[in-house]
């Protein structure tokens, strides 16, 4: 089942912060975050496992609630740079390794 | 080393024809995925191969759909009979794979083939 984003698009302006959310309705084994630019392909941000663990780039963080089954992703004195389509995909299993995208949050940083 | 590439970068086809989309994976990955994106739409995941098997098939859309996976390498995704609603970005993703020991697993995706048809 395909896990819900909110909110669907947000706009800021340079400098200020944004959180980007996840829920599932399934328990999850782990959550992936991806940026998409406008005609490119996704580029991994993120990614929380089950029980705790994370890798990711040193400029974004992002937390998993593994008894709500929620992801939320915080980017914090956005650049111009972070403008892009967000993606979280979640991953049921281990053994099945697919993961199933969310909705998708537009984010648009103004100067 | 080089990422996920994948050929042709454009496809447009005419209605009812077969075409053939090609993944070449990132070298030692032994995951491969391929997803679909509409104009505007998120990624639908299509089918994921471990190796040269294909564990999960099922978000094919139907039995026009169809795909291997060879050398645990190269996977090419064909599509039999084209519809106008199969237009879409084709992506292809790759990952080291977990029963590889990557207990990460973050997927590396390709720049994608745009599949038009008229």
């Known amino acids: 089942q395909q896990p819900v984003q909110s909110p669907q698009a947000v706009i800021l302006r340079e400098g200020e912060d944004a959180v980007i959310n996840c829920s599932s309705s399934?328990?999850?084994?782990?959550v992936h975050w991806y940026r998409q630019k406008h005609g490119e392909a996704p580029v991994f941000l993120m990614i929380?496992?089950?029980?705790?663990e994370q890798k990711g780039h040193d400029k974004i963080s992002a937390s998993f609630n593994e008894k709500k089954q929620q992801s939320s992703l915080y980017l914090t004195a956005s650049q111009l740079s972070y403008s892009g389509t967000y993606f979280c995909?979640?991953?049921?299993?281990?053994?099945?390794?697919?993961?199933?995208f969310g909705t998708g949050t537009r984010l648009t940083i103004i100067p | 080393g080089a990422g996920v590439s994948q050929s042709p970068s454009n496809k447009v086809t005419e209605k009812g024809k077969d075409v053939e989309l090609r993944c070449d994976p990132i070298?030692?990955?032994?995951?491969l995925y391929w997803y679909r994106q509409r104009l505007g739409q998120g990624l639908e995941f299509l089918i994921y191969?471990?190796?040269?098997?294909?564990?999960?098939k099922s978000g094919l859309p139907s039995d026009r759909f169809s795909a291997e996976r060879t050398g645990e390498s190269v996977s090419t995704l064909t599509i039999q009979r084209t519809q106008q609603e199969d237009s879409a970005v084709y992506l292809c993703?790759?990952?080291?794979?977990?029963?590889?020991?990557?207990?990460?697993?973050?997927?590396?995706f390709g720049p994608g083939t745009r599949l038009t048809v008229l």
């Open positions: 993703a790759s990952s080291l794979g977990r029963l590889a020991g990557s207990s990460y697993n973050e997927q590396f």
């Open positions: 399934k328990a999850l084994y782990s």
């Open positions: 929380l496992l089950k029980g705790g």
């Open positions: 995909g979640t991953e049921m299993g281990f053994g099945n390794e697919k993961l199933t």
């Open positions: 070298s030692g990955h032994t995951a």
């Open positions: 191969f471990q190796g040269n098997s294909a564990p999960d």
